[in-house]
């Protein structure tokens, strides 16, 4: 019996083509069908294909998010679907791989992937990456996983993986955690999953969530443009172990102080956040003025968590972050 693989397309480099007026190219060009019939699947598979959006991933919003999200739900009410692929640019993919692992409770496997290289340009990764994961999503060694990445053979977990080279086609990793195993031609090998999946069912649309990035001398006064604005949400990269210039910790509770909440992620590749220091400005400071320590997520992830979060009511946000 064959395996049935849904692919849902939505643009990117991985379906770009060259535009002969620029010379450069341009997203989205290429449609889903265009590009499966490159990849000379196993004649196990099964694939459907449908194509949702012809959008370079910088234009992603939260909204197309939403659509995706239902698109990939009413592909799992058919129960004969092994799995879904999703095409993805790769500039937002790990954040849209990392909403899906939130609100996409269905046992089996969702996998993004994309393309460094454009299908027209010589040594492209768009045929090899997306086969493999086409293999990947029909595999039973895939259940369980929630959504994952594939890309350059390797089973990325959305939870850490961040796309680490602006053009190498290596370009996705999990700093300081790895892979969860990879797809060696029509085999696939696994040896990790996470410990924990999270599944939060959306009650509103998601919010206006804001990441502010620190550097030296940074004094704050985006928080309070951001709070000004509407933001219910504000995810703050702080130095090292979660500190600020201690004019930022003052804004951070101007924010908390009007109902906004703030987590506090570090620009590290690796490492928490965590109470080490008492002086002002520090994680110990934040946490004291209401702030979240945000442990090892990442900025992105910690926005897309929260954003998720405060959509579907959830309580006890601090919890939630360790």
């Not at 450069?24 to 598979?45: D, F, H, N, R, V």
């Not at 999703?86 to 849209?96: F, K, Y």
């Not at 393309?115 to 990764?125: E, H, K, L, N, V």
Request: hydrophobic share 40%; proline share 3%.
């Amino acid at each position: 019996m064959k395996k049935k693989v849904v692919l849902i397309s939505t643009g990117g480099t991985i379906a770009s083509g060259v535009n002969p007026e620029t010379g450069l190219l341009t997203s989205g060009m290429l449609t889903g069908e265009e590009l499966a019939k490159q990849c000379e699947l196993p004649t196990y598979i099964e694939l459907n294909v449908e194509t949702l959006f012809h959008l370079p991933s910088n234009e992603m919003t939260f909204d197309h998010l939403i659509q995706l999200k239902e698109k990939i739900e009413k592909v799992f009410e058919n129960q004969e679907v092994a799995g879904v692929v999703v095409t993805h640019g790769t500039d937002t993919l790990e954040e849209t791989a990392y909403f899906l692992d939130l609100t996409i409770g269905d046992a089996r496997p969702v996998v993004v992937t994309g393309a460094q290289r454009s299908p027209a340009t010589i040594g492209t990764d768009a045929f090899s990456n997306l086969r493999q994961a086409i293999i990947l999503a029909a595999s039973d060694e895939a259940k369980n996983l929630g959504t994952v990445v594939l890309f350059n053979e390797k089973i990325l977990p959305a939870r850490y993986v961040k796309k680490n080279h602006a053009s190498n086609v290596d370009g996705f990793n999990a700093p300081g955690f790895g892979h969860l195993g990879y797809v060696d031609e029509e085999e696939v090998i696994l040896y990790g999953k996470a410990v924990k999946k999270e599944t939060y069912e959306l009650k509103s649309e998601l919010p206006y969530v804001e990441i502010i990035k620190c550097s030296l001398g940074s004094d704050g006064r985006l928080i309070k443009y951001a709070v000004e604005t509407g933001a219910k949400g504000i995810v703050l990269e702080a130095f090292g172990r979660g500190q600020v210039h201690p004019a930022v910790a003052e804004q951070v509770q101007y924010a908390i102080e009007k109902g906004v909440i703030v987590v506090v992620t570090t620009s590290t590749a690796e490492g928490n956040v965590k109470v080490v220091y008492d002086t002002p400005g520090t994680a110990y400071d934040l946490q004291k003025k209401g702030a979240i320590l945000g442990r090892d997520y990442d900025s992105k992830k910690a926005r897309m968590k929260l954003a998720v979060m405060l959509a579907a009511g959830v309580g006890d946000l601090e919890k939630k972050f360790k």
